[in-house]
């Protein structure tokens, strides 16, 4: 039975929630599954995904192929890595513990800069509101200053035509 690493949509129309499911390549897009490996919500930024790397692996090892958009989330995740690694394991290439550390080295460098493009999204957020604060105080400050000269002439005007009637008489 081939079998397929596949996303299977849920959520609501507009609104896409994924799970990744290892299921047999001939069963229907949103039918059954063998088993459910993780989630993808691609409505956060950025992408948010929850997955089973061991169990992701123990199906990659298994002969289970994955769809392109599944690779890339496994790929982005490293389960592809750590199925990699542990080839070389099986080979003979390296060890259990140099693998272990390798993967881990390389989940801390993920994690650098996920945390740093969030750091960047945050930050660019908070520019873009304090620039939309500066742009309003400047049309209120604009529009305070338009009203004002309407009522001091508004004062004025008849101040001034009581002068002149003064000068007059």
């Known amino acids: 039975m081939p079998v397929k690493i ?15 499911v290892a299921a047999d390549a001939r069963s229907k897009r949103d039918g059954k599954y063998l088993e459910k490996i993780g989630t993808y919500n691609p409505n956060t930024n950025p992408a948010t995904i929850d ?6 692996v123990k199906w990659l090892q298994n002969g289970a192929q994955p769809t ?3 690779k890339a989330i496994l790929s982005y995740k490293g389960a592809l890595l750590k199925n990699h690694l542990a080839g070389g394991v099986r080979k003979g290439a390296l060890t ?21 493009k969030t750091d960047g999204l945050a930050k660019a957020d908070a520019d ?5 604060l500066e742009a309003e105080k400047a049309v209120n400050e604009a529009r305070i200053a338009a009203n004002t000269p309407e009522e001091v002439v508004a004062e004025e005007a008849p101040a001034a035509e009581a002068d002149a009637s003064n000068e007059e008489e």
């Open 6 to 20: 596949r996303l299977q949509r849920h959520g609501k129309k507009g609104k896409p929630f994924y799970w990744i």
């Open 51 to 56: 997955l089973d790397v061991d169990g992701a």
């Open 68 to 70: 392109d958009t599944a």
């Open 96 to 116: 259990e513990e140099q693998a272990e550390t390798k993967f881990n080295a390389w989940l801390e460098e993920k994690a650098t800069k996920i945390n740093a």
């Open 128 to 132: 873009a509101k304090a620039k939309a």
